[in-house]
């Protein structure tokens, strides 16, 4: 990967039921002999269910720092580890059934993460690709 200038990956990530799944691809990264030389990062998958309530939520952003934070590869921006969020609109409504807020539970996330000694984390929400055509869209029309 390195020789075509890939700098990173992001590899899907999903919790279930108070565990980690798929692992798959991340398990073989750790162990490539060569992993040095590209950074990771992940893609929290968050179109399931889980996590089901406030505190697997929890759960799940100390298993990231006890397992992929405190790599010296895990991508960071600001000295902050890189987390992917595949809907930032499932983690409101999540959020809600939690009676919380996304604001909030990105807020416990990050203090979790200074917990185990991390500036914070650096989330990233990702957007269908539908809504970058509209907003294109919207763009051109405006410059008419």
């Not at 993460?113 to 990702?126: C, L, N, R, T, W």
Request: proline share 3%; hydrophobic share 40%; aromatic share 14%.
């Amino acid at each position: 990967m390195q020789d075509q200038a890939i700098k990173f990956v992001v590899f899907d990530w999903y919790w279930t039921a108070e565990r980690v799944r798929n692992e798959h691809a991340l398990a073989a990264y750790f162990q490539a002999k060569n992993n040095e030389l590209i950074q990771f990062s992940i893609l929290w998958a968050n179109h399931e269910a889980a996590p089901k309530t406030e505190d697997d939520f929890i759960s799940m952003v100390r298993y990231w720092t006890r397992y992929y934070f405190r790599h010296k590869q895990y991508q960071r921006i600001d000295d902050r580890p890189v987390v992917h969020i595949f809907s930032p609109a499932n983690l409101d409504q999540k959020a809600k059934l939690f009676g919380s807020t996304a604001g909030e539970l990105i807020g416990r996330a990050n203090a979790v993460a200074q917990e185990h000694g991390f500036p914070g984390i650096y989330f990233v929400g990702e957007l269908p690709l539908r809504h970058l055509r509209s907003a294109s869209h919207r763009r051109t029309s405006i410059k008419r």
